[in-house]
């Protein structure tokens, strides 16, 4: 993508000349590694059983559901991945497309969605904890516990310090690995023998109702153990043939992941022992899920083997994380959220190392308030959300200003995303009301922060002015805001004034109107200043 934005003043990195030094290494392979390692970490350890607490057994709809999700949005993120790489391209193609106040709130979303890069070490010393009891307690990391969390996350920035090309050598391996022992598990656990009935007995399908199935994509962990298939475009200023490959890698990656996820839900399922099934599915309570599970069905060496893999699978999806945090950041950077200092690409390794300095910091503070892996994950479902909704309006805006122009399609452009664009706005507008008004009055405030950050940066700058971008940027915190409201409102934890169904269509019609609006905007924008189109 052409980089029109001025040369930097003296010691201060240049876009162009920076995005210039990225290598170029990356295979078709290698992004669905990437990709794949990146969805399956620490997710498939935890979500079978916190979905199967949230919805019991419909909790398998919640999977397809993701798998839904994560297909439209993919397809609208693939277009923008083929035709406008970029290295931390989720980052930019807000801000390209709708203005600084969008690129800001997103971007501020985005440097919290680090938060993601913890939870993957906080499932680390959860299962580590069968070992060493002193590292996890009470659902949350102890202090020792920080201090060996501190330490594993220098380690995966070390191993993160060295060019492109080792750190795929290094994933591929790791990704072999994390294939292998989710499989065995459910072939052993189904081998071990399975309860029959077992999806409509305990209450039946949906013991807690189908409701609980909407529930549970974002509290139970399901949208963010689904979440990563973006990878591979984060990758896409790093990629060979990015047109072809780029899109390939994140349909496979997603493909091969849910499918493990739904067999790893059944497994769980079908063989947890009647026993702890007194109370229902919400009364089976392990700490370290599918390891403590081995156990009880005298499966040691399945066991050995999970609790080996509990640290190479959160390790590897760690280890990508923060490679796609230090992205994120160099384009946050890019955008100006963040000093220019951390824009700087080591010219001969090609690494953002100065952002990956800034992000180490970044998972340790997280850490701190959010110590174990539901508590994290229910606040990075939502952070996800909203990146997904934001880029599904920029791919839209980007097509309305084309066609103004009478240009056709971009070489790259996906079949039928005219229309997948808006349903997945409002499916991912959706899911962020569905995670409930408990994580929402904590997630949507935090993502709100970005607008008085974006006020700061403003202040004296050149160019639109603040009351511009503001207009062009006002439908992202309308449709926050209006989520919070519904929030409050509804049956999802709220106060229940709004009924179900008609709060989820009241929130379905809300954003629909407010894409048509945002589409609109960016156009607008992209009129004014049409130097920021490829």
């Not at 003296?10 to 290698?30: H, I």
């Not at 990704?175 to 081998?191: I, W």
């Not at 690494?351 to 503070?365: D, E, F, H, M």
Request: with cysteine; glycine share 12%; charged share 10%.
């Amino acid at each position: 993508m052409a980089q029109h934005e001025p040369a930097g003043a003296a010691g201060v990195p240049d876009v162009r000349t920076e995005e210039s030094r990225l290598r170029k290494d990356l295979g078709f392979w290698a992004l669905t590694a990437i990709g794949f390692s990146n969805i399956l970490g620490s997710g498939w350890l935890f979500a079978a059983l916190y979905a199967a607490q949230t919805a019991g057994p419909a909790a398998l709809l919640s999977w397809v559901a993701a798998g839904v999700l994560c297909a439209l949005v993919a397809l609208v993120m693939v277009e923008l991945g083929a035709t406008r790489p970029e290295g931390g391209g989720t980052v930019r193609w807000p801000l390209y497309a709708n203005g600084r106040l969008v690129g800001t709130v997103v971007g501020w979303s985005v440097l919290l969605s680090v938060g993601g890069t913890a939870a993957e070490i906080s499932a680390i010393m959860q299962y580590a904890a069968h070992y060493v009891p002193g590292l996890y307690d009470g659902g949350s990391i102890t202090a020792s516990g920080l201090g060996v969390a501190s330490a594993l996350s220098v380690l995966l920035t070390a191993l993160n310090w060295f060019a492109v090309r080792m750190f795929a050598r290094v994933n591929n391996l790791v990704s072999v690995f994390k294939v292998v022992v989710p499989v065995l598990t459910v072939v052993a656990l189904f081998l071990s023998g399975t309860h029959g009935g077992r999806l409509t007995d305990h209450g039946g399908f949906a013991p807690y109702g189908y409701a609980a199935c909407l529930t549970a994509l974002a509290g139970g962990g399901i949208v963010y153990s689904v979440n990563g298939f973006q990878a591979p475009l984060d990758f896409s200023g790093e990629a060979r043939n990015p047109r072809r490959n780029v899109p390939a890698a994140v349909l496979a990656g997603i493909g091969l992941a849910v499918l493990v996820y739904l067999g790893l839900q059944l497994a769980f399922l079908y063989t947890v022992p009647d026993s702890l099934l007194a109370h229902g599915w919400q009364g089976v309570n392990f700490e370290s899920p599918f390891g403590q599970l081995a156990l009880v069905l005298n499966l040691h060496w399945l066991a050995t083997l999970l609790y080996a893999d509990a640290v190479v699978s959160p390790g590897g999806s760690a280890y990508v994380g923060v490679a796609i945090d230090a992205r994120h950041t160099y384009a946050l950077a890019k955008n100006g959220l963040l000093p220019r200092f951390f824009m700087r690409i080591d010219p001969r390794s090609g690494i953002a190392r100065r952002a990956l300095v800034l992000n180490l910091a970044v998972i340790i503070v997280f850490m701190l308030p959010f110590g174990g892996w539901q508590d994290i994950v229910s606040v990075m479902g939502d952070m996800y959300l909203i990146i997904y909704a934001a880029s599904a309006v920029a791919v839209a805006s980007f097509r309305a200003h084309d066609r103004e122009r009478g240009l056709p399609l971009p070489e790259g452009h996906m079949p039928g995303v005219r229309w997948i664009a808006p349903v997945s706005f409002a499916v991912a507008i959706e899911f962020v009301y569905w995670s409930g008004w408990d994580d929402l009055r904590l997630a949507l405030p935090l993502v709100l922060v970005g607008v008085p950050l974006f006020l700061f940066q403003r202040r004296g700058s050149k160019g639109a002015s603040v009351a511009d971008e503001v207009r062009r940027g006002a439908w992202l915190v309308c449709i926050l805001a209006a989520l919070t409201l519904f929030s409050w409102l509804g049956t999802f934890g709220g106060s229940g004034r709004l009924p179900a169904p008609y709060d989820s269509i009241v929130v379905g019609a809300a954003a629909f109107a407010v894409f048509g609006w945002a589409v609109r905007s960016g156009a607008a924008h992209l009129r004014a200043r049409p130097a920021h189109v490829a």
